[in-house]
């Protein structure tokens, strides 16, 4: 440092010397660690303790069944095993079914929103307004929109088209289309956000040249948007992926998990074994499979963070 | 298609370019999002418009699409409801949010501080385990931190709404990212001057970080405002609900009446709705940027 002056006469100060230590930047790093420790590292083992033994909160003893809990996820004569894999299958059909509507109908207002026309900020605030409201004001609103007989969707089926009401809520299959929608309508404007952002950092110079070479628009999106929008659309699928399986809310308030467990996530399902039931081991294995499952997201997830951790650094 | 020819942009610039071009082509476009527009906020609609029905008009047929004598009556019963104050469910959100806000960016910005700007042993190891842990599927630990609760006698306390989630990966990693791209003149200068690693974070690194520390922020606050699933389990003191919770609560109460539900769900809504309203262009912002570096 050619500017620093002679320090040979200035008496090293107490907090120059400990900053000397080397232990400062352990200190900053001791309350996360603590709280990370207790909250994160530990509730792991502990939850995979649990899993290996009879955990009965009024009982005196615990003792130890090894994978018994596991291995019941397998024996379908047990309603464990039915109603687990009943509702991870419920999970990835709405996975399945929410997650491409997602990205395509976000994707389809950013694309009709990028480019300037009046009224573009009303717009957008409008699309994204339902997001800010809690899954159980978005839940209560959406069953009263689907309701049986009376709600707007109905009375629009009956008072307009003249046809009959369809009792959404309570018909097997038709269940689903309220949660989905009330889905779509609550989570779009995120996922849209993002692309607006992404569509802003393409290049018009791409597109002039397009259109020198006579590209139409269907080229244009083809060949230019949809190919740089790539790693806006892996994030967009892994983010979303992870939030479909986390399904809870939704199907929670507005179908309560029925007709008959045909809308019941597995989230609804694991939360109602260990705090209905109290048969928290039970519980903890299923975490532990539903775990296993979303890890494979969360790795992708983890991967492409860490490709912006590298390149940040 | 051929490859987009780079040599050719001199042409461009003397037509209009096309984003910028308005006229007749925007009118289907204009017309398909005001449509897409009152798609969006027909339930809204909706809601406010049931929320203003007395019972007995909410089921009529034919359908009263415009309340045909509008009434505050249910507004009134939900404010004061046996079944909850809504009022207080408010309040107990904005206080657990508040606190978990301030805690949580404090303790990340304390934690992204040495992890971006010194060099001491096993940083990078600390900062990868640190990142790993987001791995790790938030309902494995649900029920073992469940059982932690009920021991600390925590259940029906906001201690467990607030001390579980504190230690989040993304905040440090978000901080960590912001601070390590702040210029190392102005730290430097600081440390001539004397400052210890405290006066530079506080001073120096922290001023220059507001934008981050304030993304983090609204991040936590409406991560914390509109938890559902955990405080549905941990506490169940009709007092001690917050808000998503309590609004549950009332819904599982007035399955059929949908005046007094409309009318507490309108409630619920406009504090967020008048945040989002003022902070609207910060979060749009926030979040384009944040999120993606593309």
């Known amino acids: ?313 | 298609m051929a490859a987009p020819a780079r040599d050719l942009p001199a042409v461009t610039t003397t037509r209009e370019s096309g984003p910028r071009r308005r006229g007749p082509r925007d009118i289907p476009r204009f017309l398909l999002l005001c449509l897409l527009a009152v798609i969006f906020l027909a339930p809204m609609y909706w809601m406010v418009a049931t929320s203003l029905k007395a019972e007995t008009d909410v089921i009529a047929t034919p359908t009263q699409w415009v309340p045909a004598r509008p009434t505050l009556d249910n507004y009134r019963e939900v404010f004061t409801s046996p079944d909850g104050n809504i009022l207080r469910w408010m309040w107990n959100s904005f206080f657990v949010a508040t606190v978990f806000t301030v805690l949580h960016v404090a303790l990340c910005a304390l934690t992204a501080y040495p992890l971006a700007r010194m060099r001491f042993k096993g940083r990078d190891t600390i900062f990868w385990i640190i990142l790993g842990s987001m791995m790790i599927p938030w309902v494995v630990s649900m029920i073992p931190t469940y059982l932690m609760m009920l021991r600390f006698n925590w259940i029906n306390s906001f201690h467990s709404l607030i001390w579980p989630g504190l230690a989040g990966a993304f905040g440090v990693f978000l901080l960590r990212q912001f601070f390590m791209a702040l210029p190392k003149e102005l730290e430097e200068a600081a440390r001539l001057d004397g400052a210890n690693s405290l006066q530079v974070l506080w001073n120096v690194i922290l001023p220059l970080s507001i934008p981050a520390l304030v993304t983090l922020a609204v991040f936590s606050f409406m991560g914390s405002w509109n938890n559902f699933i955990w405080p549905t389990f941990v506490v169940t003191d009709i007092d001690k609900l917050t808000l998503p919770v309590g609004v549950n609560t009332f819904s599982q109460r007035y399955v059929t009446e949908y005046g007094k539900l409309m009318a507490s769900t309108a409630i619920a809504s406009v504090p967020v709705l008048i945040a989002y309203l003022l902070a609207q262009r910060y979060l749009i912002a926030g979040l384009s940027t944040t999120g993606m570096k593309e």
Do not use: C
Request: net charge positive; no cysteine; glycine share 6%.
């Open chain 1, 1 to 313: 440092m050619s500017l620093s002056l002679p320090r040979e006469n200035v008496p090293p100060r107490r907090r120059r010397s400990f900053e000397n230590s080397g232990l400062t930047p352990y200190l900053y790093l001791l309350p996360f660690a603590l709280l990370f420790l207790v909250f994160v590292v530990y509730p792991v083992g502990y939850g995979f303790y649990v899993s290996l033994h009879r955990w009965d909160l009024l009982a005196e003893t615990r003792p130890f069944v090894g994978l018994e809990y596991y291995r019941n996820l397998f024996d379908f004569s047990t309603p464990q095993a039915q109603f687990f894999w009943n509702s991870m299958k419920n999970t990835a059909l709405f996975t399945v079914i929410s997650v491409p509507l997602l990205i395509a109908v976000s994707l389809g207002l950013a694309l009709l929103l990028y480019r300037p026309i009046f009224g573009r900020a009303f717009f957008r605030a409008v699309f994204f307004l339902p997001g800010v409201l809690t899954v159980s004001v978005m839940g209560i609103l959406w069953r009263w929109m689907f309701d049986n007989q009376i709600g707007l969707v109905n009375a629009i089926r009956t008072d307009i088209f003249g046809m009959q009401p369809l009792p959404f809520l309570s018909t097997q299959g038709l269940a689903w289309i309220p949660i989905i929608v009330g889905t779509l309508w609550w989570t779009i404007g995120f996922n849209m956000t993002l692309y607006l952002a992404a569509l802003g950092n393409i290049s018009q110079s791409l597109y002039e040249a397009a259109e020198i070479d006579g590209a139409t628009a269907w080229p244009k999106f083809r060949f230019i948007t949809w190919p740089l929008l790539g790693p806006v659309t892996l994030f967009v699928f892994v983010t979303t992926v992870l939030a479909s399986f986390q399904l809870f809310g939704q199907t929670l308030v507005i179908t309560a998990g029925g007709p008959n467990r045909t809308t019941q996530s597995a989230i609804q399902y694991i939360t109602e074994e260990a705090f209905s039931n109290n048969q928290f081991s039970s519980a903890s294995a299923m975490a532990f499979m539903f775990g296993l499952v979303m890890l494979i997201f969360t790795i992708l997830q983890f991967r492409i963070m860490a490709r912006d951790a590298r390149e940040g650094s």
